[in-house]
């Protein structure tokens, strides 16, 4: 029997955790299927696009930095994809064709609400970061009702067509502004925050932070998208702020993932040890 195919598509991928939560799961179900890391930089990417083709291939995740550039490579946007307009999922469909779909945003409320009992009807955001996991976390937000959204980014243009494309596919009618991280503004936003999100890559290989320690209000939750200690988090408990990191984001976006791939419902738990267990073994 062939064995099929999924992985994760991004540059870098060696530190990703996803192939452990991914192989328990189809173990755990008798699955013949194998998930990997498929390293691929931007020129290698229409390449490896077409590769997900094959007929032995179900699907992939995609990572940074590809979560928007993969979308010209598609086929078809499911309605969620193409309103946040970033795609962290593929699927191959049973004709070859190859559909983009956004698994980053239901896991983004869903990880708010069961992990932290945070509830983001009538609350106040700063995200940080305008990449596709922001783009995901700041539909899935106004979605919920947050009242306000405030995205710092290093780059102004690119928060300010975020939230141009979060109007552009929302009926609320939330407070927006895009700042830069030099902003005198920033200060205040910070400071009246009810949740601060860590969107960007920071955190990952070094021991850096989006964010000054000093600006952290004790009355935020600070949740960092990175699935390790970070120094942001570690901040902002000195803080006094309450804290969550990115284990429920990954195993939960990994779960609606693996059940778009397999028509099949995802072992949670199953998911979630092996996370623990491949955390403490990169510890």
Known sequence: MSVALAGVIGDPVDHSLSPFLHNAAFEHLGIVA????????SAELPQRIASLRAPHILGANVTLPHKIAVIPLLDRLDPQAEQIGAVNTIVRLPDGQ?????????ATIAT?????????????????????????????????????????????ERAEELLADVLANSDADP?????????PDVPEAIASADLIINATSLGWHADETPLPGHLIPATALVFDMVYRPTRLLREAAQAGAATLDGRGMLVRQAALSFERWTGVSAPLDVMFAAFDRAGARSA
Do not use: M
């Open 34 to 41: 194998r998930y990997e890391r498929w390293r691929t930089s």
């Open 175 to 183: 407070y927006l502004r895009a700042l830069t991280p030099d902003d």
């Open 112 to 156: 708010l609400r069961e992990d932290a009992g945070f509830d983001p009807t009538g609350k106040r955001i700063v995200l940080l970061g305008a990449s596709g996991a922001a783009r995901a976390a700041a539909c899935a937000l106004i979605a919920a009702q947050a009242t306000a959204l405030t995205v710092i980014n290093r780059t102004l």
């Open 98 to 106: 190859l559909e983009g779909c956004n698994t980053d945003a239901p």
